[in-house]
């Protein structure tokens, strides 16, 4: 296992157009965590996923945003009619179902709205 | 709700200065906190964590400790190098989700 695993690395999309990310995490572990990070700040939390079940979501994921984790395994986030302000870096991460524990982030997709 | 509060950059500092990195947090319960540094071009990595109160993190020659009486977490560098030149995220998790800080960018001069 090499670890986070995200595709694609990079999209561009025309506005209104429908995007799907995909992210692989790490096999062993059960937590999963979507973050978009904007130039110059921290990762802003999406939404996390305990197993296939999705806990939380942030109010900053409207309801273009939807995420989905069918197997407890790999997870899709979908941003439908996109726009403009959604260009960022769309990052996933995964642990083990601690609170201690650290999560691992993957590389990362880099959405460019145009 | 949770929240991370860390020091505005960016910070600049010539090679073998000191370093520090404020970090506070707030918290309803007892999380742990830590660490991630993003060096250019690449994705985020842990740098260290601490779990409880009066935990000291460790790696690299930087230090952090869990101050549950002032919600601190503190990153500190003795002598940086050149090549600590990064972006530095302070961050807690609990039983929930995990939170950051917006960033500490860090340029080390020669």
């Known amino acids: 296992d090499t670890g986070v695993s995200q595709n694609p690395r990079h999209k561009i999309t025309k506005r209104g157009q429908n995007v799907t990310f995909r992210c692989d995490p790490i096999?062993?572990?059960?937590?999963l965590y979507w973050y978009r990070q904007t130039l110059g700040q921290g990762p802003e939390f999406l939404t996390y996923?305990?197993?296939?079940?999705?806990?939380?979501k942030s109010r900053l994921l409207s309801d273009r945003f939807s995420a989905e984790r069918p197997k407890g395994s790999f997870s899709t986030l979908e941003i439908q009619r996109t726009e403009q302000g959604d260009s960022a870096m769309y990052l996933c991460a995964s642990s083990f179902d601690l609170g201690q524990a650290e999560a691992f982030f993957g590389q990362g997709t880099r959405l460019t709205v145009v | 709700g949770n929240s991370v509060t860390q020091m505005e950059g960016p910070v600049t500092l010539s090679e073998e200065a000191f370093l520090t990195i404020n970090c506070t947090y707030t918290a309803t319960g007892y999380p742990s906190l830590f660490w991630y540094v993003q060096y250019p071009g690449e994705g985020l990595q842990l740098l260290l964590k601490a779990t409880k109160a009066d935990d000291k993190g460790s790696n690299k020659g930087f230090e952090a400790t869990y101050r549950k009486e002032t919600t601190s977490f503190h990153l500190e560098k003795g002598s940086v190098q050149v090549s600590d030149s990064a972006v530095y995220f302070c961050?807690?998790?609990?039983?929930?989700?995990?939170?950051f800080g917006a960033g500490t960018r860090l340029t080390v001069k020669p």
């Open positions: 096999s062993e572990h059960n937590r």
């Open positions: 961050a807690l998790s609990d039983n929930n989700d995990m939170r």
């Open positions: 996923f305990q197993n296939e079940a999705q806990l939380e």
